[in-house]
């Protein structure tokens, strides 16, 4: 049984087709455009047919293309997106929390395979913009489209994901860490991605730096401990920082990440069941929802 979410347009127009054809982003480029048709045409539970039309494509290619990408059918990739489905896993989350903080557990938690630990700057680093911290970074291919990294040897300051290389990511990376000497190494940072999203992952440990408040750094090292697939609201997350009910609070600290998928914010959704918004486009936190359940 298929379940609706909030109203959606009545009128169903066919989506343009992409302008991002070079081989290894077009897949990607198809699946995202295909997810913001379900997203948006919910309520009318388009079949494949209607969902090929709207993306300029064949039933049998884009079936092929949709399931080879996300491991599922776009037709249960709709069942997932749907609200009635976020309320169950979101019911379903609570009581795993809830075990969770009874037992006192804390610390970070696994991403797959791949072990992440965090270091948090000290306030006189962040006073000074990264002083006395050397910066590479560069741009990668993902699976979820071009991205921007930044580290140093301490680990991973910045993940952007970046579908065109904007100069003013650049700009505002350099801004941010201005106290900070930088070097562009894009050949690493190919490598670097490479690891991130290698499927599967690599076992082994992953560093990230942390650049925040107490309090954001208590919000981002609680996400840490959200398994790859699952849902939480922010009332959730804030039980696990143990921040209280401070909810606007806990999105404010999200909205101020600056990892994108190893700090898994795509993992929180609204208590009523919305997907919510998301830094890096709701298309992309759908399917990256999706990607880590069949990873």
């Known amino acids: 049984m298929l379940y609706t979410s909030a109203p959606a347009s009545e009128t169903i ?22 997810i ?5 045409h ?10 090929a039309r709207a993306v300029d494509t064949s039933e049998s290619h884009l079936q092929r293309v949709f399931s080879s990408w996300a491991g599922v059918s776009p037709k249960r990739f709709l069942q997932i997106i749907t609200r009635q489905y976020a309320l169950d896993a979101l019911r379903n989350q609570a009581s795993v929390l809830d075990a969770t903080l009874h037992a006192g557990l804390s610390g970070p938690g696994r991403l797959h395979d791949l072990t992440l630990a965090c270091d948090a700057m000290t306030p006189g680093e962040i006073a ?3 002083k006395g911290i050397a910066l590479e970074y560069g741009w990668g ?5 071009p991205a921007f990294v930044a580290w140093s040897q301490r680990g991973i300051c910045q993940l952007s994901f970046d579908n065109t290389k904007d100069p003013e990511t650049l700009s505002a990376f350099k801004n941010d ?17 490479q690891r ?3 499927a599967p992952l690599e076992r082994g440990k992953l560093h990230l730096l942390l650049r925040g408040t107490n309090f954001q750094v208590k919000v981002w090292e609680a996400l840490l401990q959200v398994n790859p697939g699952d849902l939480i609201s922010y009332q959730q997350l804030g039980a696990i920082a143990g921040t209280g009910n401070a909810h606007r609070a806990v999105g ?15 993992r929180v959704i609204r208590q009523g069941g919305d997907w919510g918004n998301y830094r890096w486009g709701l298309e992309r936190k759908l399917a990256l929802h999706v990607w880590e359940q069949i990873a």
């Open 13 to 34: 127009h066919a989506m343009p087709a992409s302008k991002h054809r070079s081989p290894e982003h077009a897949h990607y480029r198809m699946v995202a455009d295909a």
């Open 36 to 40: 913001s048709y379900l997203r948006e």
């Open 42 to 51: 919910q309520r009318e539970q388009p079949d494949l047919a209607t969902l």
């Open 128 to 130: 000074s913009f990264g």
């Open 141 to 145: 291919d993902t699976p979820f489209g």
């Open 177 to 193: 860490w201005r106290g900070a000497t930088h070097l562009e190494d894009s050949a690493a940072a190919a490598k670097l991605l």
């Open 196 to 198: 991130v999203f290698a």
């Open 252 to 266: 404010s600290a999200m909205a101020r990440n600056r990892i994108a998928y190893l700090i898994p914010c795509h």
